[in-house]
């Protein structure tokens, strides 16, 4: 929505705000902010509000947290007298500029040199994640909230009431939920959201984890977007939905049954960079677990009809023309992996690339590429990519890294590599 300064203001004063949270995403795509008071709102639309870089980056220096106007949104679980209310945040240098390694200017740069050349996107998320029982003294357990399976309904499904709140928070915020239901696991649970601008789905997706995980210990639960949390059942997985026009004709529109030559080359775009990209998309050791099990596309392929592949092209009557990238998980960082997987498909195209029918999943069983089988093959083939080089700046790629090298440390040196995924993943 677009306002003024004055506007909102003006709106703060009405609504009896007391206190406004400065939201932004650090690199491993978890929702940071600094809550100000409402005589401090000026100086922030004038001038930023000042940020020690060092708690998330490398970037030792002063850094600016200036409010993008148009995110303003109350935070309904909060009381209605002394409202909270939350702006998304870009990140610039104390000149004004923007901070070279800002993940939310990246994307929104990329997205405007699309538009330049008459290119326009839209992205969606369908985000599983599972609701564990806390003990007496409100500590998470692995204890899964029901024992429900895919799409049942109370009382089987004890999840519906929590589900129901955070549909019902996300929706008052502004943050367009389309479905959620039960998934296969016990205690699973997906909520899906509509295609948006891409900034604004990275925005919806980061803030949704927060709802999420807010809803739930409102309700005595703990949430998990962990990939892997449980063995013996199914992962939580992140389905990246993409919609591209170009010249205003839909590359994802099928003719006579067949996507036009340019969607078939954004396809085969993405399924050149995946392996390359995959440490973006699955940024922790038990994304890799995984991949492994439960039906999960760890296969570089894609289909139509079947929806088990890494890449698939729905094709119910009614539904708008998209493609869906199904072997991200949640703990990416939705700015990052909108970037490249875009870049990826047009390179694809800016190439000419050929979508190659051998990696077509029919139903004749085949033998396809695999991404990588583990988190350090993921970080090796990202950090040899001339791709990943010419699409990510070289601050954003260093402090990913970072982070991912001081991860790998960490399981290195456990001697129990599950209790170390328990204790350092399931808060994801």
Known sequence: MDFSPK????????????????????????????????????????????????????????????????TLSVLPWRPKSGRVVRFFCNIKNLDGSYYAG???????????????QGVTCECGTKCEFYLFDCDQEGRPTKTPHDHAGYLDVAPLDKCENTRREICLSLEEMGLDPQRSCHKYGPGQNEIDFRCAEPV?????MVHYKAVV?????????????????????YGSALTI??????????????E??????????????????????????????NSYTRLRHSGAPNEVC?????????????GAVGTAPRIEVRSPDCCCNPYICFRLLLAAGMDGIAKGLELREELHATAEKKTFPTLPAKLDEAYALAKNSPFIEANLPVEIRRNFYQSIETQLALYNAAEDKAKFEEQYFLSE
């Open 7 to 70: 506007e909102v203001l003006n709106f703060v004063t009405e609504n009896d705000v007391k206190f406004i949270r400065l939201t932004f995403c650090d690199m491993q795509g978890n929702l940071k902010n600094i809550a100000i008071m409402p005589d401090e709102l000026p100086r922030a639309f004038s001038h930023g509000i000042l940020l020690d870089a060092a708690g998330f980056s490398d970037c030792y220096q002063d850094l600016l947290l200036v409010p993008d106007i148009s």
């Open 102 to 116: 800002e993940l939310r200017h990246t994307l929104q740069s990329y997205i405007h040199e699309l538009r330049a």
């Open 200 to 204: 604004t789905a990275a925005d919806n």
């Open 213 to 233: 995980k807010t809803i739930a210990a409102q309700n005595g639960l703990f949430a998990s977007f962990m990939p892997k949390p449980l063995s013996g059942t």
């Open 241 to 254: 939905s993409i919609k591209i026009r170009k010249q205003g004709r839909d590359l994802f529109a099928l």
């Open 256 to 285: 006579n049954g067949e996507l036009p030559a340019e969607g078939r080359q954004f396809l085969a775009g993405i399924l050149s960079h995946i392996e390359e990209m995959t440490v973006f998309l699955n940024p922790i050791v």
């Open 302 to 314: 894609w289909s139509f009809e079947n929806r088990g592949p890494l890449l698939r092209i729905p």
